[in-house]
C-alpha cells in the first residue's frame, strides 16, 4: 500500500513513520511536510535513500502541489498528522491555525475524493472536548462527549474533526479520526510541557509552570498513539471516532518534581508564573471503544516512558541544541520574559 503521512516531520508524525516502517515494511510512506519552525529533516535522515520512503516539501493548503503528489503516488491510505498544534502559539496568533488545520485538511480530503483514497484518517485531540473539573474524577471524555472547546488551536481541530465527518456523510469519503490525550516521547518539539522542562532543568534555568501547578493532563507514550493510529486506518469501519488514552493523569506539578528528580536537580527551579489563558483544567480519557473493538491497550507504563524519554534527550543534545539556539530563543524570551 502507498500511504501519504502529513506532517511527517513533526513529533507524532516521524515516530509514526518509524512505526510503519518497522510494522509494514511491505507498505511504501510517502511524508508530506511543510517544515514549519516544528518540523525537522534531521529526524528522518536515517531513513534517505530507502526505497519504500520518499519525503516532500509541500504545504497541505497548496492545492495544486497536494492534487500533483496524489496524481504521482496514488495513495491508498492519507494519516493527516500536519497541523500547528501548540495551544500558547494559537493564543497568539490564531490565523495559521485556521489556514493549516482547517482548510488544510479540506484540501486534503478533497484530493481524498478525486483519487478515490480508501481511507483518511484525522489524527485529532481530546481537546475538542474542553475540559473536566477537577473536583470530579468520576468523569471522563467518551466519544459522544459534545465538542466544547477553549482555545483557538482546539477549535480549530474540533472544525476540522465536524469537516472529516461532514465528508463521510456527504460524499462517502472513507474517514476514521482519532481523539488522543496528551502524548511525549523522542523528537517532541522543546516547546512543549515535557521537553521544555527537560531541556531547562539541564541548564539548570527556572521552569516556568502556569498558573499554581494543578492541571490535569492524561499523558501517553507517543509509540502507544502511533499503534492506536495504525489499529484504527486499517481496521476500523469508516465514519468511525476513537479516543486513545491511557488513563494516566497527573498534574503538571507532580510530571515537574519527577523530571527534577530524576536529573537530579533541586525543585528550587520550579517558577509559578502567569496563567495560560482560558487554560483548561482536566483531561481523561475513557479508551474503552478502542479497547473493545481493535483490542488496543497501552504498552508503556508512565514511569518507563518518562525515563526513556529523559535518556533520549540526555543523549541527542546534537538534535535539540540547533533549535533552541535557533529562532526559538526568540520564542521563548517572547512567551516567557515577562511572564
Ligand atoms: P508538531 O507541531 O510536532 O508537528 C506538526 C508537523 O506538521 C510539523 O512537522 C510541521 O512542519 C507540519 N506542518 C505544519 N503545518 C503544515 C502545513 N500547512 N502543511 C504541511 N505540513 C505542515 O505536532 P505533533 O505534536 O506531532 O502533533 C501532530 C498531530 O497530532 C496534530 O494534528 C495534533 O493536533 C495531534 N495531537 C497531538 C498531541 C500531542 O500531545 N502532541 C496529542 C493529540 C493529538
Ligand atoms: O491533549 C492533547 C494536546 O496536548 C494536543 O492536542 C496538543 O497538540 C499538545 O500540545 C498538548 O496540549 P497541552 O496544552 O496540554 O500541552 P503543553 O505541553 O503545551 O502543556 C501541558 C500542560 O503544561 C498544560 O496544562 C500547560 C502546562 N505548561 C506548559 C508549558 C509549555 C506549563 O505549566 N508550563 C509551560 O511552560
Known amino acids: 500500500m502507498n500511504i501519504i503521512v502529513t506532517g511527517g516531520a513533526g513529533f507524532i508524525g516521524a515516530n509514526f513513520v518509524y512505526y510503519e516502517i518497522a510494522k509494514h515494511p511491505e507498505d511504501r510512506i510517502i511524508v508530506i511536510d511543510k517544515l514549519t519552525y516544528a518540523g525537522n529533516l534531521q ?12 519525503f516532500i516539501r509541500a504545504d497541505i493548503c497548496d492545492k495544486d502541489a497536494i492534487e500533483d503528489i496524489f496524481a504521482q503516488e496514488k495513495p491508498d491510505i492519507v494519516v493527516n498528522f500536519a497541523a500547528e498544534s501548540h ?7 490564531p490565523q495559521v491555525f485556521l489556514e493549516t488545520n482547517i482548510i488544510g485538511t479540506s484540501i486534503l480530503m478533497d484530493a481524498c475524493r478525486r483519487h478515490e483514497v480508501s481511507r483518511f484518517h484525522q489524527v485529532s485531540t481530546d ?7 477537577l473536583d470530579r474524577p468520576d468523569l471522563f471524555f467518551t466519544e459522544n462527549t459534545p465538542l466544547h472547546t477553549s482555545s483557538p488551536y482546539s477549535s480549530s481541530k474540533a472544525s476540522a474533526d465536524l469537516l472529516t465527518l461532514a465528508y463521510h456523510r456527504t460524499y462517502g469519503l472513507p474517514v476514521t479520526i482519532s481523539r488522543c490525550s496528551n502524548n511525549y516521547g ?41 499503534k492506536a493510529i495504525d489499529l484504527i486506518m486499517r481496521n476500523a469501519e469508516p465514519g468511525e471516532v476513537y479516543n ?96
Open 43 to 54: 529526524t528522518l535522515a536515517p531513513l534517505e535513500g530507502k526505497v519504500n520512503y520518499r
Open 87 to 93: 495551544v500558547d502559539r494559537s493564543i497568539e496568533n
Open 127 to 133: 481537546e475538542v472536548y474542553g475540559d473536566l473539573p
Open 186 to 226: 523522542y523528537y517532541q518539539f522543546p516547546e512543549k510541557l515535557i521537553p521544555l522542562m527537560i531541556i531547562n532543568a539541564l541548564h539548570d534555568k527556572p521552569l516556568p509552570v502556569y498558573g499554581e501547578g494543578i492541571n490535569v493532563r492524561d499523558w501517553l507514550y507517543v509509540e502507544d498513539h502511533c
Open 244 to 339: 486513545v488514552g491511557g488513563h494516566n493523569e497527573m498534574r503538571n506539578i507532580d510530571i515537574v518534581k519527577l523530571i527534577l528528580k530524576y536529573l537530579d536537580k533541586p525543585e528550587s527551579l520550579i517558577t509559578y508564573v502567569t496563567d495560560r489563558k482560558g487554560h483548561d483544567l482536566r483531561y481523561a480519557i475513557d479508551p474503552a471503544k478502542i479497547h473493545e473493538d481493535l483490542g488496543w491497550l497501552p504498552e508503556t507504563t508512565f514511569d518507563k516512558g518518562i525515563q526513556k524519554t529523559i535518556k533520549w534527550y540526555l543523549e541527542n543534545q546534537s538534535w535539540w541544541e540547533p533549535i533552541i539556539s535557533g529562532e526559538y530563543r526568540d520564542y521563548y524570551e517572547k512567551m516567557y520574559g515577562n511572564r
